[in-house]
C-alpha cells in the first residue's frame, strides 16, 4: 500500500507539474512584452554587430536592424540601410517597452548588447483581452501605443501625449472638426480663427475608435495628421515634431511614417484603453477631456488691426500744405495795383492841355 501510495503520488506531482507549465503564458501575459533566455533560431540566423548603431550611420548592419524592428512591428521606416529619425524612434520604442528604459534615458542607440536582445525571441503581449477583435493599447508611463488584432501587436510605436500644461492659443478650426461642425457652419464652409484656452491631458480610461479625418485637419487641438478620434476632440495622429517627452494638447502624436499605416490597423468601435501607471482603465471609466473655453484676451487681438489703418487717417492731415494756395489768393489782389498804373498815364495828359492854351 504505501509503495502505491507513492506511485500516486508521484503521478499527482507530474500533473501539476504539467498544469503549472500550462499556466505559464496566461502568467507571462500579464506582461507587457518579455524577452526569452535561449537564444532563439532567429538570433542563429541575424550575425552580431561590431558597432553601435545610431543616427547617421549606414550600412547593411542598419538594414538588419531595421529588418528586425520590423519583423518586431516597431515602425522603424523605410528599409533602407539609413538610420534616419523614424528608426530612432522605432529604437526608442523597443529601449523604453521591451527593456523598461525609463522615458527619459530611451537613447535611440543600439549597442551590441542591446543588438544581442534584439536577436532573442521577442514577444509582446497585451495587457488587456478587449471585447472587440482589435484594440489598442496606450501607455502614457512609457509614451508608447500599440495595436493587437486577437492579441498579436500589428503596430507598436513611440508616441508623445498631452503634457498637462495649460494652454491659450488662436486656433484655425477646418469646417466640420469639432466647434465649427454645427449645420450653420457647414453651410457656411469657412475655416473657424477663434482664441481658445485649454489643458493638455489625455485622460486614462476606456474608449473606443469613432471618427477618422484623412490628410492634414486644422482643428482646436492643432494641426493633426490621419487623425483617428478615440475621446471627443482627443485622436491618434501623425505629427511632425513627437519628442521623447510628453507634448501635445492632450491627443497621441505618432511619427507621420506610422500615421500613413495606423487607420488601417483600426476600425470604428474598436476599444482603446488608455494606462497611466497609477490606477487601472477600468477605474476611470470613460471620461471626458478637460473643457476648453474661450480665449478672454483673444478679444483684443483684433483690436489692433484697425490700429494698422490709423495712419490712413492721418493722411488727409497733409491737407495743411493746402493752405498754401490760400495764402497766394491775396496776390492776385496785385492786379487791382496794374490798374491804377494804366490810370495814372491818362491823366497826365488831361493836365498838360490846359497850358497849352494859356498863350
Not at 538594414?63 to 524612434?89: C, H, N, Y
Not at 523598461?100 to 525571441?121: C, H, I, N, S, Y
Not at 464652409?189 to 484656452?197: A, V
Not at 489703418?309 to 492786379?335: G, R, Y
Request: with cysteine.
Amino acid at each position: 500500500m504505501l509503495v502505491v501510495s507513492g506511485a500516486i503520488v508521484m503521478v499527482v506531482m507530474v500533473v501539476l507539474a504539467a498544469v503549472l507549465e500550462q499556466r505559464a503564458p496566461d502568467q507571462a501575459a500579464t506582461s507587457v512584452a518579455t524577452t526569452s533566455t535561449t537564444q532563439s533560431p532567429v538570433a542563429a540566423m541575424l550575425p552580431p554587430i561590431s558597432r553601435d548603431l545610431k543616427e547617421g550611420v549606414d550600412g547593411e548592419d542598419v538594414r538588419m536592424l531595421q529588418s528586425r524592428l520590423a519583423e518586431l512591428k516597431f515602425a522603424p521606416g523605410p528599409i533602407d540601410g539609413v538610420f534616419g529619425r523614424s528608426t530612432v524612434q522605432a529604437v526608442w520604442a523597443f529601449e523604453k517597452l521591451v527593456l523598461k528604459t525609463p522615458r527619459a534615458k530611451a537613447t535611440g542607440v543600439v549597442t551590441p548588447a542591446m543588438w544581442d536582445l534584439m536577436r532573442d525571441e521577442v514577444r509582446i503581449l497585451p495587457r488587456r483581452q478587449a471585447d472587440t477583435a482589435r484594440h489598442a493599447e496606450i501607455y502614457l508611463p512609457e509614451q508608447v501605443i500599440v495595436t493587437f488584432l486577437g492579441g498579436t501587436p500589428t503596430l507598436v510605436s513611440h508616441m508623445s501625449s498631452g503634457d498637462a500644461k495649460p494652454w491659450c492659443e488662436e486656433v484655425t478650426i477646418d469646417v466640420g472638426e469639432e466647434g465649427n461642425d454645427s449645420p450653420e457652419q457647414i453651410a457656411l464652409g469657412e475655416p473657424l480663427k477663434i482664441g481658445i484656452c485649454g489643458e493638455s491631458v489625455t485622460p486614462p480610461g476606456i474608449f473606443t475608435f469613432y471618427k477618422r479625418s484623412s490628410g492634414t485637419r486644422e482643428t482646436k487641438l492643432g494641426t493633426l495628421y490621419n487623425p483617428v478620434y478615440f475621446n471627443e476632440g482627443i485622436a491618434v495622429h501623425g505629427a511632425i515634431l513627437v519628442p521623447l517627452e510628453p507634448a501635445s494638447h492632450g491627443c497621441v502624436r505618432i511619427p507621420m511614417s506610422v500615421a500613413q499605416v495606423f487607420p488601417a490597423l483600426v476600425q470604428f468601435r474598436d476599444r482603446v484603453y488608455v494606462f497611466d501607471g497609477i490606477k487601472e482603465p477600468e477605474d476611470y471609466g470613460s471620461p471626458l477631456p478637460s473643457a476648453d473655453k474661450p480665449d478672454p484676451a483673444y478679444t483684443t487681438v483684433p483690436t489692433t488691426v484697425p490700429e494698422t489703418t490709423v495712419p490712413e487717417t492721418t493722411v488727409p492731415e497733409t491737407t495743411v500744405p493746402t493752405t498754401l494756395p490760400t495764402t497766394v489768393a491775396p496776390s492776385t489782389t496785385i492786379k487791382p495795383a496794374t490798374t491804377v498804373l494804366t490810370t495814372v498815364p491818362t491823366t497826365v495828359p488831361t493836365t498838360v492841355a490846359p497850358t497849352t492854351t494859356a498863350p
